[in-house]
C-alpha cells in the first residue's frame, strides 16, 4: 500500500519564477494537506482540500494556491518566488478527521 | 505562526537511557500529536493523545497531556541510536489544521 508520493523530491528554481509540486495521496485518503517547513524550523500549515475545494487556509500570501483533482492527489502552485520560499514543502495526506501520512517532501531551493 | 514550544531544543542521552521531551501550547484543541523526523525528510506520525485522555502508550513510547496547564511530553524509554532525529508536537484546535512546535532534536550515543 503506497503511502503519500511527492514529486519531484528536490528542485531548483530562481526568483521570480513558479513552481507546481505534486501530490498523491495515501490509498483510500481523501484529503489533502499542505506544509511548509524551513531550516530548524516546524512545519507551517499552507492550506488543506477535502472534495476538491480548499477547506483552510493559512496565514499564507495569495502566491501560493493550490488544486485537488477528482483522484484526490493534488498540487501546490507558488508564484514570484522569493528567496524566503526556500524550504521543505511537505503533503500530509487523511481521511477528514483522521490522522495524517506525510510524504517525504519537496525541498525546493530558490536563487 | 507556531503553536508549541518544545523544551529542550536539544537532547544528548547515552544509548539504553530514557529521553523526555516536552510541548507547551496557547489554545484549547481537539487532540495533541507527536511526529518524528529524520533528517529533514518525511514526518512519521508516533502517537495521538485527544484532549479527554491523560496518558497513551505506545510500545517504548509514553505521552501524557495536561490540558490544564497546555503542556504533554513524550518519553522514550531504553532508547536506541536508530531514535535519533527530531521530535515535534502537533496540536489539532480546528480540524485539519496541525500546528507544529519548534521540535526537540534528539540524539542518542552509541
Known amino acids: 500500500d503506497a503511502g503519500v508520493t511527492q514529486s519531484p523530491t528536490h528542485l531548483i528554481k530562481t526568483r521570480g519564477q513558479q513552481v507546481t509540486l505534486r501530490c498523491s495521496p495515501k490509498s483510500g485518503h481523501d484529503t489533502v494537506s499542505w506544509y511548509q517547513q524551513a531550516l530548524g524550523q516546524g512545519p507551517q500549515f499552507i492550506f488543506q482540500?477535502?472534495?476538491?475545494?480548499?477547506?483552510q487556509r493559512g496565514n499564507f500570501p495569495d502566491r501560493f494556491s493550490g488544486h485537488q483533482f477528482p483522484n484526490y492527489s493534488s498540487e501546490l502552485n507558488v508564484n514570484a518566488l522569493l528567496l524566503g520560499d526556500s524550504a521543505l514543502y511537505l503533503c500530509a495526506s487523511s481521511l477528514l478527521g483522521q490522522s495524517y501520512t506525510f510524504g517525504s517532501g519537496t525541498r525546493l531551493t530558490v536563487v | 505562526s507556531q503553536q508549541g514550544e518544545e523544551d529542550p531544543q536539544a537532547l544528548s542521552i547515552q544509548e539504553g537511557e530514557n529521553a523526555t521531551m516536552n510541548c507547551s501550547y496557547k489554545?484549547?484543541?481537539?487532540?495533541l500529536q507527536w511526529y518524528r523526523q529524520n533528517s529533514g525528510r518525511g514526518l512519521v506520525h508516533l502517537i495521538l493523545?485527544?484532549?479527554?485522555?491523560r496518558e497513551k502508550h505506545s510500545g517504548r513510547l509514553r505521552v501524557t497531556l495536561d490540558t490544564s496547564k497546555k503542556s504533554s511530553s513524550l518519553l522514550i524509554t531504553a532508547s536506541r541510536a536508530a531514535d535519533t532525529a527530531s521530535y515535534f508536537c502537533a496540536t489539532d484546535a480546528k480540524e485539519g489544521k496541525l500546528t507544529f512546535g519548534t521540535g526537540t532534536r534528539l540524539a542518542v550515543r552509541p
Open positions: 482540500y477535502y472534495e476538491e475545494e480548499e477547506r
Open positions: 493523545i485527544r484532549s479527554n485522555e
Open positions: 489554545t484549547s484543541i481537539n487532540n
